[in-house]
């Protein structure tokens, strides 16, 4: 009986948050060397724009973090906005990405605690825990650490093969 309560339990307590993403298409996701974050002054939550910048830059991007009319001259503008709540401390409750190519959106990635997190324990994880996996869902399809890891269009299967007898 305890284990079918604990169980239902954890089901509610993760069920608590919602990350929805509609990732950059794959014939833009190679063609995007640097994004212009743009500053967004109402989001005051620590670290957030650097968490971001961090990833994106893990995903093998440049970043540059300007105001809203230098990022106009950007071929690529991340937009974002954050909240957050409380409850004996501050903690991230919602957060939304938004990536342009010449204003038009290329990919957008959203993330929620239901109901402020509830009861959950894990609304009080850091920005970094809650945003990494939402922007590397953004960027999926994108070599992680280009510079170290091989560019996957151009990975090569190796199949091993009968060798001859050298006489």
Do not use: H
């Not at 919602?18 to 109402?42: G, L, M, T």
């Not at 938004?98 to 959106?105: E, G, R, T």
């Amino acid at each position: 009986m305890k284990k079918i309560i604990l169980g239902l339990c954890a089901v509610v307590l993760a069920s608590c948050t919602s990350v929805q993403v509609k990732p950059i298409p794959s014939n833009e996701i190679y063609a995007i060397d640097q994004i212009c974050i743009v500053s967004n002054p109402a989001v005051t939550i620590d670290n957030f724009v650097s968490v971001i910048e961090k990833r994106i830059q893990y995903n093998g991007i440049r970043t540059r973090v300007l105001n809203a009319e230098e990022a106009r001259k950007c071929q690529y503008q991340l937009n974002y906005s954050a909240r957050r709540s409380w409850d004996g401390v501050t903690y991230l409750s919602w957060a939304e990405l938004k990536l342009y190519k010449n204003s038009y959106p290329i990919g957008d990635a959203e993330y929620r605690l239901k109901g402020k997190g509830g009861l959950s324990l894990t609304k009080w994880q850091s920005v970094e825990t809650k945003m990494n996996p939402v922007v590397d869902e953004l960027f999926a399809g994108r070599v992680k650490n280009q510079n170290n890891a091989t560019n996957l269009a151009q990975e090569q299967i190796l199949i091993p093969q009968k060798v001859k007898s050298v006489d």
